[in-house]
């Protein structure tokens, strides 16, 4: 079975611009969630998306945002890049439920986008 | 206080012994328990996870948790080389899928 892939992996942007990332999730999940990693902060959640519905979000400002399509792959956004969004953005996949129980599903992360802002 | 802490090591291990990796979090609320080995330059695997307090084994891996300390934990059996990484606890509360993850412990087998 195909594991999590994200696209592009490495990225190059000025300060100002804005990128889109891609990630299409392991066949048969439905939750998809994105995370940043950086030296500083560590792995911290951005959102989840759950048949096409942001259902979690961290907290991070408007300039990053999300969606899913109806085949559960996802896109996120980030507008206006600044310096500090340099990081390692990882999506995450797992079978999700529409009606969450006391456990959560085990996310297999995809190898990530490294984006760099010049 | 963080949500998820771990020592960040290092923490240096000869090959063949017990590696012990500890994490503790402040979310009594928290139900699921993963662990993720991270090597430079790739993204997190997972080791293993727990739901239960008590010791779960797999292979050279026990996880233990104590829900009532707030702690949990990761042991390596016969360390290996190939075991040197940076691991990842990871916390989660009741049916979100919002990991909140410890800073990583950084672990060296010496040959």
């Known amino acids: 079975k195909a594991g999590v892939t994200q696209t592009p992996r490495y990225l190059i942007k000025t300060r100002g611009q804005q990128v889109t990332l891609s990630c299409s999730p392991i066949s048969g999940h439905r939750s998809v969630s994105w995370y940043q990693q950086t030296p500083g902060q560590g792995l911290q959640f951005l959102f989840e998306?759950?048949?096409?519905?942001?259902?979690n979000k961290g907290n991070f400002p408007g300039r990053f945002s999300g969606r899913q399509f109806s085949n559960s792959r996802s896109e996120m956004n980030v507008s206006t890049l600044e310096l500090g969004d340099s990081a390692l953005y990882l999506c995450?996949?797992?079978?999700?439920?529409?009606?969450?129980?006391?456990?959560?599903?085990?996310?297999?992360f995809g190898p990530g986008t490294r984006l760099t802002v010049l | 206080q963080k949500e998820v802490e771990q020592n960040s090591g290092p923490l240096s291990v000869p090959e063949g012994a017990i590696a012990s990796l500890n994490c503790t979090y402040s979310?009594?609320?928290?139900?699921?328990f993963f662990w993720y080995r991270q090597y430079s330059g790739k993204s997190p695997e997972l080791i293993m996870f727990i739901y239960s307090n008590g010791d779960k084994e797999d292979g050279r891996f026990t996880a233990q948790l104590n829900k009532a300390s707030q702690y949990v934990s990761l042991l390596i059996r016969d360390s290996q080389p190939s075991d040197s990484a940076t691991y990842l606890c990871?916390?989660?509360?009741?049916?979100?899928?919002?990991?909140?993850f410890g800073q990583g412990t950084r672990l060296t087998i010496n040959p």
């Open positions: 995450a996949s797992s079978f999700g439920s529409a009606v969450p129980g006391r456990y959560t599903d085990t996310q297999y």
């Open positions: 990871a916390v989660t509360a009741r049916g979100a899928q919002k990991l909140v």
């Open positions: 979310d009594r609320g928290s139900q699921s």
């Open positions: 998306y759950f048949s096409e519905t942001q259902r």
